[in-house]
C-alpha cells in the first residue's frame, strides 16, 4: 500500500507547511521513532512530479491549481525539501511525472477531479505498475 506524502508528512490537526521555505534549510533527521511507527511506515512512496516546460498546463488545468506556487522553482524547491525530509527518515521516494494529456485522460477514465488526491492516487498506481 502506498500512501501520498501529503498525508504522510501532515499528520491529523499538523500545521501546513508553507510553500516558501528555504531550499537551504537544514533538514533534521527524525531518529526516535516509535516501534508502532516504523512498523506502519511504507518502506517506498510516491511522489508526484511535474516537469518545468509542463508545469503552467498543469496549474492551469488542475481544479487545485491555484493552491501550487506560481512559480515553478518555488514548487521544485519546496517539494525537493520535502523529499529529502521524507528519504532522511529512511523511506525511498519514487518521483512519478506527471504529464497534462496523460493525467487529464486518467481522471477523465477514473471519474476523478484532476485535484491533489488524484495526483497522489495517479503517482502511487503508476508506482504499482
Known sequence: MFFSLVLLLQPRGAKIRSWERSSHQAIACPVNFSRKLLMSRPHRVALPWYAAEHYEALRQSLSDGGKLPVQYEAWRASTEQVEREVQCS????VRVPIEPDTFAAWC??????PDGT???RYAAEALER
Not at 529512511?90 to 521516494?93: F, L, Q, R
Open 90 to 93: 529512511g523511506v525511498e521516494v
Open 108 to 113: 477523465r477514465d477514473a471519474g476523478l477531479p
Open 118 to 120: 488524484a495526483r497522489a
